[in-house]
């Protein structure tokens, strides 16, 4: 069993910066895939981006490449998700998610573990 919370959302103005954290609970952290999802009221959710456990492979989606980027310390059981060049459209519920193994998917489905989620809202 896995337990994840993410921690830094908030309100932010458009341009602005966010990093988010995803603290997990276990041993075995660096055996999981990790990844970052985020969704508004009314859409399905979005996928970011992913990290391999080893933190050398990451996939990214179209919206987030070139301003969001994922990382990871196993050290310390912690997922980021770093946020650049912020716009209202960012403004969602922002998810962790973690998966066995080394693929990195794209599909909610996949992930066997999720956090609750933090709110970023962007101001324009």
């Known amino acids: 069993q896995v337990q994840l919370r993410e921690s830094g959302g908030g309100l932010v103005q458009a341009g602005d910066s966010l990093r988010l954290s995803c603290l997990a609970s276990?041993?075995?952290?660096?055996?999981?895939?990790m990844a970052w999802f985020r969704q508004v009221p009314g859409k399905e959710r979005e996928f970011l981006a992913a990290i391999s456990g080893g933190g050398i492979a990451v996939s990214y989606a179209d919206s987030a490449k070139g301003r969001f980027t994922i990382s990871r310390t196993n050290a310390i059981n912690t997922v980021y998700l770093q946020m650049n060049s912020l716009n209202p459209e960012d403004t969602a519920v922002y998810y962790c998610a973690a998966r066995r193994g080394y693929r990195l998917e794209a599909f909610p489905g996949a992930y066997d573990y999720w956090g609750q989620g933090t709110q970023v809202s962007v101001s324009s």
């Open positions: 276990g041993r075995t952290f660096s055996g999981y895939s």
